[in-house]
């Protein structure tokens, strides 16, 4: 049989093959040029009424060799895919687990559950110890079969690696790809403008009677920096006029806090609270949606995608950054569990490396003096 022993070798963008004779060093990738990974342990491969079997053998080829010499005697005895017992919990129940432990209080954990969900449904609800590199390639090829961002399968890997490390099973097989840096789009001052422009001087009737809402939905996203769910779902209770404090309670990360507010920003809740409402905003996440992308066709940008209604927390964190404010403030102000999330958002202004230049111009200048004397 072709290839009954083999290696796998697999590519952070999902590009996997195996391999019965590796390389001594990894071959970059076909499809993305990076450097490709040889698995760690050696698998074999046999069919059995036509269908194919692979299990993991051991890091020593040798090993491989025994197990499938093994293999084939005992399935000539009928014996060896015989079902056997296994103590590991289903996927499902690991899940649960998670999901009372981690998940159950915070609206991120609630979407990594529907993730799992989605990943049982592809798998099927299998015991945790039967959840290898070879399911996980199976399970990463659907996911890529339908046309899904790497960003987005990433997120399903996230979740994954949770539930598996909770259940302490093996999951350093799941890597996190690359994500491209270019997702983080920038609102300019002159897009705007032209935003507000076009909010305040359209004239907007039956389906798109809310439409105005957004001209002052817009300026509260661009200066607070809150997810769009975040604000729409804010109560009243939760702006404080005399402090200047807006409150996330609810938040992705299930850690409330306070964000000050700009003086446009407090006018214009105050000019919202005025008017008697029950709540600051009445849009859904479907209606600013359907607002966003009109925007994104009258402003010509709709081949774009990356120009969506999350821009205005990537606008704010950027200046913030230009603004010279300090990373870790940053990221309290944006409700990041890890400086890492915001660090990304270090690199979009070069300027802001200008003082380190000063300081290596300053010191070139002194030896120049120095040489000159």
Not at 173 to 179: H, K, P, R, S, Y
Not at 200 to 223: K, N, R, V
Not at 228 to 236: I, R, S
Not at 254 to 279: D, F, H, N, Q
Request: with cysteine.
């Amino acid at each position: 049989m072709k290839k009954e022993i083999f290696k796998i070798l697999r590519c952070k963008c999902g590009k996997m093959s195996y391999e019965d004779e590796p390389l001594p060093v990894a071959p970059a990738c076909p499809r993305c040029t990076l450097q490709m990974k040889y698995s760690t342990d050696w698998y074999i491969k046999v069919s059995v009424d036509g269908k194919r079997h692979i299990q993991k053998a051991g890091k020593q080829r040798r090993q491989a060799e025994s197990v499938l010499k093994a293999a084939h005697t005992e399935l000539f005895q009928q014996k060896f895919f015989e079902p056997k017992a296994d103590d590991s919990p289903l996927l499902s129940d690991a899940l649960e687990t998670v999901w009372k432990r981690k998940w159950k209080n915070n609206r991120s954990g609630q979407k990594a559950r529907r993730l799992m969900e989605m990943i049982i449904e592809i798998t099927g609800d299998i015991h945790i110890s039967q959840f290898d590199e070879i399911v996980y390639d199976g399970l990463i090829d659907t996911l890529e079969d339908r046309e899904l961002a790497q960003s987005t399968i990433n997120r399903y890997r996230a979740s994954l690696r949770t539930v598996l490390r909770k259940a302490k099973a093996d999951y350093d097989f799941i890597e996190m790809a690359n994500e491209d840096l270019q997702r983080i789009r920038v609102i300019t001052h002159k897009e705007e403008q032209t935003l507000l422009k076009l909010l305040s001087e359209s004239t907007f009737t039956g389906l798109q009677a809310h439409y105005p809402e957004m001209l002052d939905l817009l300026p509260c996203l661009l200066d607070t920096g809150v997810r769009t769910n975040e604000m729409l779902q804010l109560p009243w209770e939760d702006v404080d006029f005399e402090s200047g404090l807006i409150t996330i309670w609810l938040n992705k990360t299930a850690r409330p806090r306070s964000i000050p507010m700009t003086k446009r920003v407090r006018e214009i809740l105050a000019r919202r609270k005025a008017t008697g409402s029950a709540a600051p905003w009445t849009l859904g996440i479907w209606q600013v949606d359907r607002i966003w992308k009109w925007l994104r066709r009258e402003m010509g940008l709709e081949a774009d995608n990356s120009f969506r209604c999350y821009c205005t927390r990537h606008t704010c964190a950027t200046r913030l950054v230009a603004g010279g404010i300090d990373i870790y403030r940053i990221m309290k102000w944006l409700g990041h569990s890890s400086i890492k999330m915001t660090e990304r958002y270090a690199h979009l202004d070069p300027a802001l490396l200008q003082d380190a230049a000063d300081v290596l111009e300053f010191n070139n200048n002194a030896t120049n003096d120095q040489q000159a004397a």
